[in-house]
Each structure stands twice: as structure tokens, then as C-alpha cells.
């Protein structure tokens, strides 16, 4: 005959949980939320000189509003939108109203980049610095 005990104490349970290395899934929902935050970029129209400075608020929940300020004259325009992280290749989608908001983005060095390539062989690139 055989009898076993086994124990459940909460501190064996502490110990396993503080012991185990974190997986790819837990990896990925911590990196998923780096851009969680308050971004501000300006942006300079390379002919017209006109300078727009964009204010965005990107939230846990997979939403965004933001609002820009040029110096063309116009009132500030504002709009929302919503996010989603790309496992693989580690960035974020964002899709507004806006073209200097949409896009896809990478986390460089404490800033959100978004390079945007167009048709006739075009680019810019967006820089959001952390506020």
C-alpha cells in the first residue's frame, strides 16, 4: 500500500510563480503596451515650410484621439482611431482619419517611428517623442 502527502502551501506556490521565466506570451503583452502614453510630434512640410506639431493619446484599450496644430492657419484638427500591435514583427498599426497619424509604427529608443513610403518614390518619416 502506498500513501502520499502532498503539500499546497501558498509560499511553495510564491516560489514557483517568482521562479518561472516569464514566456513569449507574457513577453509579447508587456511590449504590446510600450506605446501606451501621451506623443507629441512636429512635422515640417519639406516645400511649404509649414510646421504641424501632432499631440496623441494612445490608450491601453486599443484606442487613440489626437490633435494637430499647424501653422497654416487653419483651426487644429482632431480625431481618434485605434491601434494593434504586430507580434512578429514588433509594431503597431494605427488607423485614424488622419495620414500623419496612420501608419505603421516601431518603438526606437524611447520613440514611436513611422516611415511612410508612397508611389512616386516619396517619403517621411513621423517621430513621436514620450511625454
Not at 31 to 39: F, P, Q, R, S, T
Not at 110 to 124: H, P, T, V
Request: proline share 3%.
Amino acid at each position: 500500500m502506498f500513501v502520499g502527502i502532498l503539500s499546497c502551501s501558498k509560499d511553495n506556490t510564491e516560489d514557483f510563480i517568482e521562479n518561472t521565466p516569464p514566456t513569449d506570451e507574457t513577453v509579447e503583452e508587456s511590449a504590446k503596451y510600450d506605446i501606451v502614453g501621451c506623443w507629441v510630434a512636429t512635422y515640417t512640410w519639406k516645400y511649404s515650410g509649414i510646421v504641424e506639431t501632432i499631440t496623441m493619446d494612445i490608450n491601453k484599450d486599443g484606442t487613440l484621439s489626437f490633435i494637430d496644430v499647424s501653422t497654416n492657419g487653419e483651426d487644429p484638427f482632431s480625431g481618434s482611431g485605434r491601434w494593434e500591435y504586430n507580434h512578429p514583427n514588433h509594431n503597431w498599426t494605427l488607423s485614424t482619419n488622419h495620414s500623419l497619424v496612420s501608419g505603421t509604427y516601431r518603438f526606437v529608443s524611447n520613440q514611436l517611428i513611422n516611415a511612410q513610403y508612397f508611389d512616386d518614390g516619396s517619403s517621411r518619416t513621423i517621430i513621436f517623442d514620450k511625454q
